[in-house]
């Protein structure tokens, strides 16, 4: 069981549509086996659009507390109020009201009540989902907005699909992750045996493509490689192949621009299974072919 986690430190740079062709991949060279899908951007999980995802179970996510007043026991006296932070204690004509979105369960006003009028109630701060997809079962799950804890969400998600490899569903995890570095990009690489780090040849792209880079080896997390839309900047290519030799960091290849890519987003298809000869498409498999030569070498973690 390998679970590999795909990365990009920024938006754009094509990390889904990788992360869907590797699928699409993956199973077309192993039919006989089931492989785990997680999209942990769940900000803005889109993977289920290039997966042709249906789904099968929806549960809800709990996390997090709001403050809510008792109106029979509040005296109105404004103790809450003046302990609240965040604005978040509105006063009424018989008692005090709480804004749930501006509370941020902080729980002082609970506290500082005389009355004990106040109690915290849990939220539902988003929803999470299994579906079944042609090239594996794909967990996944939706933040609601204004609410915190998506790297809660993000190792909840991972969790249960890290419980249905080890039921022998599968040989793969294959993560997309959310860009950036924060708390969700950390739940998405614990645990990773490797990640896939995409990035595009800009100065945008090679910065954070850093960052992913000081990540995933503050976690012990073994990095590769790969540059997309690379032709349209040779020179910021090299520049990215070069950083990758000075950090002894293998690099597995090139994808090209293509109008396939954008074309494939539209159908709803991976890219390898929209125009498998394509220029993107070969490069891919070409990617794909190396990742699976790291992973029989030993250098993906467990197999």
């Given at each position: 069981m390998t679970q590999l986690v795909i990365l990009s430190g920024k938006g754009g740079t094509g990390k889904t549509s990788l992360s869907a062709a590797v699928a699409h991949l993956a199973a077309a060279d192993h039919p006989q086996n089931q492989h785990i899908l997680v999209d942990a951007d769940v900000d803005a999980s889109n993977l289920e659009l290039l997966l042709g995802a249906k789904r099968i179970s929806s549960e809800p996510f709990q996390s997090g507390?709001?403050?809510?007043?008792?109106?029979?026991?509040?005296?109105?006296?404004?103790?809450?109020?003046?302990?609240?932070?965040?604005?978040?204690v509105l006063p009424g004509e018989d008692y005090f009201q709480i804004d749930p979105?501006?509370?941020?369960?902080?729980?002082?006003?609970?506290?500082e009540c005389p009355e004990q009028a106040i109690s915290?109630?849990?939220?539902?701060?988003?929803?999470?989902?299994?579906?079944?997809?042609?090239?594996?079962r794909l967990f996944h799950a939706h933040l609601y907005p204004a609410r915190e804890n998506s790297?809660?969400?993000?190792?909840?998600?991972?969790?249960?699909?890290?419980?249905?490899?080890?039921?022998?569903?599968?040989?793969?995890?294959?993560?997309?992750?959310?860009?950036?570095?924060g708390c969700p990009v950390i739940s998405a690489v614990s645990g990773a045996d490797a990640v896939l780090a995409v990035t595009e040849p800009s100065l945008a792209g090679i910065h954070d493509l850093k960052r992913v880079l000081g990540t995933s080896e503050y976690f012990q997390v073994p990095v590769f490689v790969c540059v997309n839309k690379a032709d349209l900047y040779p020179e910021g290519a090299e520049e990215i192949k070069s950083l990758c030799q000075e950090r002894d960091l293998p690099f597995?290849?090139?994808?090209?621009?293509?109008?396939?890519?954008?074309?494939?987003?539209?159908?709803?298809?991976?890219?390898?299974?929209y125009q498998p000869d394509g220029k993107a498409a070969r490069a891919i498999r070409e990617i794909w072919v190396k990742i699976n030569q790291l992973a029989a070498g030993g250098n993906l973690g467990a197999n």
């Open positions: 507390a709001v403050a809510e007043v008792e109106p029979d026991l509040c005296t109105t006296c404004g103790r809450c109020q003046e302990v609240c932070r965040f604005n978040a979105v501006a509370c941020e369960g902080c729980a002082a006003c609970l506290y915290m109630k849990p939220q539902q701060a988003g929803e999470w989902y299994i579906s079944e997809t042609d090239y594996g790297g809660k969400l993000v190792s909840h998600i991972k969790r249960q699909a890290q419980q249905a490899l080890e039921e022998g569903q599968g040989d793969w995890m294959f993560v997309d992750g959310p860009p950036g570095i597995l290849g090139e994808i090209p621009y293509d109008l396939a890519v954008p074309q494939s987003l539209a159908a709803g298809i991976p890219v390898t299974e």
